[in-house]
């Protein structure tokens, strides 16, 4: 076996314990933890969501020196979650596994909405004020 066979077998059983049934299982676990020690917040709070997001994005507010509007931040904040990856994830699971696979999508989305808010959550609340006055760490 040369050097490059034993690399590849290597690299082969890592990527079978971080991308295989270990990983979602820990995934989906961690949602549904996450969900039951919030009481649903991903449930309870989207009607709030959507009404300061996706209701005020069209109002115009002026944005000051070095500020942003809420389009632009909501615009930012979809761009670094979102991402290509994503896009081209749906995509193959649709190729892959057909129609229904769009349902087991959404209820993975669901759970990993309070996995994303958990993880903002905890950066806004561990972020610091570096020497200049400025915030340092925070989501994203």
């Known amino acids: 076996m040369t050097f490059a066979e034993r690399v590849a077998a290597v690299n082969d059983a890592i990527n079978g314990v971080v991308w295989g049934w270990p990983m979602l299982?820990?995934?989906?676990?961690?949602?549904?933890?996450?969900?039951?020690?919030?009481?649903?917040?991903?449930?309870?709070?989207?009607?709030?969501?959507?009404?300061?997001?996706?209701?005020?994005?069209?109002?115009?507010?002026e944005a000051g020196e070095g500020e942003i509007t809420p389009f632009q931040a909501m615009s930012t904040a979809l761009a670094g979650t979102v991402g290509t990856g994503n896009i081209a994830g749906i995509t193959t699971a649709i190729t892959l596994g057909g129609a229904g696979s769009i349902f087991w999508l959404w209820i993975t989305a669901l759970i990993g909405m309070v996995t994303k808010y958990s993880e903002v959550m905890l950066a806004v609340k561990y972020r610091e004020r570096n020497q200049y006055g400025d915030w340092v760490g925070g989501p994203m």
């Open 25 to 61: 299982i820990l995934l989906v676990g961690a949602g549904i933890l996450l969900t039951i020690m919030t009481k649903g917040f991903q449930f309870r709070k989207f009607g709030y969501a959507m009404k300061n997001t996706m209701g005020k994005i069209f109002k115009k507010p």
